[in-house]
Structure formats: structure tokens, C-alpha cells
């Protein structure tokens, strides 16, 4: 009887944060400009009777009977999403529910997650004997890496102890990611005319230093994310084919594992490299979590799998222990007619529900 009440709530919630993803797909929510997504979030919690706080666009709640004497559970995901591209064949602020797939901007990556940890969230709210806090947060500019996200609200919920980020996983359990470091780079040279001889030509000095970061190999390897990958994506140089110019530009796009920090990889650069070198930001560090931790090992303990993500996340602006776990298909994120099994929101609402449950402390 208990087993069938818990599978009749769960029915209950799913087609209730589903009417809501539909909703947040039919509201254009692009980074920096979430505030009618926001809005609605909030209007669902507030329709269920449960306070919630907002700052800008991002919004969070507590579990009904919060104890400070407790640990304390952070369900977060984001509620912004990538313009649509125009390999679009459907309209992409339309949600279209077909052969079992639910069809929509922002449906995998990551409205999916983010209305399964709201189910999560509701399913705990008013209990009585959890053996920890829960506070659900749905933010804002993740997918710009943005200081007005998970980031900017984090001073004001007190003392976490970990995270579920929810992004597309498969379920699966991410407990490593990278981190992601773009370097500038400008290589110095001699300006002169191209007829005469120079033994300072600043393409050439970038080349130099080019081929030394397609050849260099950071010596630690992560076990689940491998090397640290550079790769020099973009170069730019000279105005005149008779001019020999005084310097050349490239970008560095750093993939950064868990054996180094932003900061480290950036002063090893700086010194195997002659060109001048500058990063745009230190902030997305990579990030993971031990084997041992009690969430990774309740999600083991269901059959979920652990791997290392080679995407980014607000995993990479929480400070404290997080895992990335989420209803959905990695590779469907930014694509073109982005969709999510009905049956994956449905499924990932109730592995949410047994990892917590079966969290040890």
C-alpha cells in the first residue's frame, strides 16, 4: 500500500512539473534575460503554499521543518537556455509532446532536470524526519558562466555540505568535470615591409608558440577526465600582404581536469609560452567528488554508473562538493530540435527521490 501511495505521488508530481516545463519552454528565458521564467517558478511554489526567496532571476526555497543542526542538501539547475540555431525545423517556443518526447527549447538542457528536482523538492518538503535540510534553487545564466547565477546566491543560504547540479546525465552519476580556462595570447615581432628581411616576423613567433602548446602534455592524468586538452581556436594577424605586422593574437581554449586548478595551468602556460598571455577568467575551475561520498555511494547503490563529464556546469562556481545528475541526453543539449523522453523526467524524478532516501550520514 505504501509503495503504491509513493508511485501515485510520483505520477501526481510528474504531470504537474511537466505542465510547468512546458510552460518554461513557451517563455524565451536566454541568459541575462530569465526574469519572466523566474517569475513562473516562483508562481509554482507559491501556488503549493511553499516561501521562496529571489534575487535577479534566481529563486530558492527550504525544506518546510529546515533544522541548522543538520546537514544541508542543495538541489540546483538553471532555468536560462542558448539561442535557438537555425537548423530548427520545429518552433523552438513550442512545446510539442509527440511519440513520448517532449519537444522544446531548453527541454533537455536542462528543463528536464530542473523540473525533476522541483518534483524532488516537493516530494520532501513537508517531511518531518528528514536526516537532512534540502534547499532547491533554480538559477540563472549558466549558460554564460554569468556572476549573476548559482554564484551570486550562494553567501545568502548558509552552510551547504553538497550539491546535486542537474543537467542532462542519463542519470548517470558525473562526480568529475572540467574545468574551462580561454587564454589571449599576443606574440610580439619587428614590424617592416614584406620585401626585406626579418628575423622577427610576430606569425611566425605565434606559430612558435603555437606548436609548443599542440605538443605539450601536462604531466598529471585525472582517472575520469583524462589530460588536460588546449586547443588554439582562434588567430589573427597583419592588415596589408605587403606588411610584415608588429604582432599576432591567438586563444588557448583550455579544458582543465581535476588535477589542477585554473591558476596553476595559467603559470605554466605563461611560462612555456614567449607570447604575452592573459586569461579572461580563473572562476570555472573543474571540480569532483571521492567515490566515498555518501551521495555517490547511494547512487551506486541504485546502478548508476560514475564517469567525468567534458561539459561545464554551475559545478564550476560551487565551492563545496557537488555531482551532476539529470534526466536526459548530453548531446541533445544546443542541438536542433532539442527534446526529452517523457519517460526519462518521469524515471529521473524517482532516482532523485531513492538516492536522497538512501543517503547515510
Known sequence: MELELQYNQIELLFQEVLELLKQLIETPSFSGEEEHTASLIGDFLKAKGISYQRAGNNIWAQNLYFDKTKPTILLNSHHDTVKPN????????????????????GSNDAGGALVGLIATFLYFYSNKNLRYNIILSATAEEEISGENGVASILPQLGSLDFAIVGEPTEMQLAIAEKGLLVL?????????????????????????????????????????????????????????????????????????????????????????????????????NSSSISEDHPIVKAGIGLGRKCYGSPTSSDQAVIPFPSIKLGPGLSTRSHSADEYIFLSEIKKGIELYIKILENIIY
Not at 520545429?90 to 509527440?98: G, L, Q, T, V, Y
Not at 593574437?249 to 595559467?266: A, K, L, S
Open 184 to 284: 589571449d595570447c599576443v606574440a610580439k615581432g619587428t614590424p617592416s615591409h614584406a620585401a626585406h628581411v626579418n628575423t622577427d616576423n610576430a606569425i611566425y613567433n605565434a606559430i612558435e608558440d603555437i606548436e609548443r602548446v599542440r605538443t605539450y602534455e601536462f604531466p598529471r592524468v585525472s582517472p575520469w577526465l583524462g589530460k588536460v586538452k588546449m586547443t588554439v581556436t582562434m588567430l589573427n594577424a597583419g592588415r596589408q600582404h605587403n606588411v610584415v605586422p608588429d604582432e599576432c593574437r591567438f586563444t588557448i581554449d583550455i579544458r582543465v581536469t581535476d588535477q589542477y586548478t585554473n591558476r596553476e595551468v595559467y603559470e605554466m602556460i605563461k611560462k612555456h609560452l614567449k607570447s604575452q598571455v592573459e586569461p579572461r577568467s580563473l572562476r570555472l
Open 86 to 105: 537555425k537548423s530548427y525545423t520545429r518552433d523552438p517556443f513550442k512545446a510539442i509532446e509527440r511519440e513520448g518526447k517532449l519537444y522544446g527549447l
